[in-house]
């Protein structure tokens, strides 16, 4: 433990239920800020679905899939695998059309993934992670095409990453690209993203 930041080794001991921050650290190879950006940005987007969540019906399954295969793939990757193997679950029923089993499982799923959002957002707080961002003139081309291509598929999962790693920058000629993407993202307005970048790229 001592080989990591006073900010980390804060966290290690605190904790956060349902998150091993360890293995998270070692799949970003142990950059620190990027780590904490990613959970920043994870319960930003988690808790932007969380609405939508709530009113599940018959009708909308696909759509309640949809997310929830991303919501699967987002806690994933930053080893929250606990939340991961129920969105899964969920997902899983949505596609068999199993709604008795969503009715049944999807309130304690939201308090679930509200209690750890809630969580991080207030370890990152405790942490104070506003590390500056280094400084880039305008988003890489290569990023911006893997979220066109993203977006034409509705890949949610693949968008959210390709966010992550344009968040690591600041820019200064975007004339406000990539907050816009990030809102577009976060209300997965995927066609508007798909049509402004096809005509940039």
């Not at 308090?111 to 942490?127: F, G, R, W």
């Not at 890489?140 to 999962?157: C, I, P, Y």
């Not at 790693?165 to 000629?173: A, C, D, V, W």
């Amino acid at each position: 433990m001592s080989d990591y930041s006073p900010s980390i080794t804060f966290m290690l001991e605190k904790g956060i239920a349902g998150l091993d921050i360890v293995s998270g650290l070692e799949r970003y190879n142990g950059d620190e800020r990027v780590y904490l950006k990613i959970l920043s940005v994870y319960a930003g987007d988690v808790r932007s679905l969380l609405g939508s969540l709530a009113s599940v019906s018959k009708d909308d399954l696909n759509d309640y899939r949809v997310k929830m295969h991303g919501i699967k793939g987002m806690s994933m990757s930053i080893f929250a695998e606990q939340i991961g193997d129920r969105a899964l679950k969920l997902e899983e029923a949505a596609e068999a059309g199993d709604f008795v089993f969503i009715e049944e499982n999807n309130p304690s799923f939201i308090e679930a993934v509200t209690i750890l959002i809630d969580d991080i957002d207030e370890t990152l707080k405790a942490v104070k992670t506003d590390i500056p961002k280094p400084v880039s003139d305008y988003p890489d081309k290569d990023l911006l095409l893997r979220l066109l291509n993203a977006s034409e598929v509705f890949n949610m999962t693949e968008a959210g990453e390709v966010m992550e790693e344009l968040e690591q920058f600041s820019y200064e000629m975007d004339d406000g690209l990539a907050l816009w993407l990030r809102e577009k993202v976060d209300t997965m307005r995927f066609m508007e993203i798909a049509e402004k970048l096809s005509a940039m790229i």
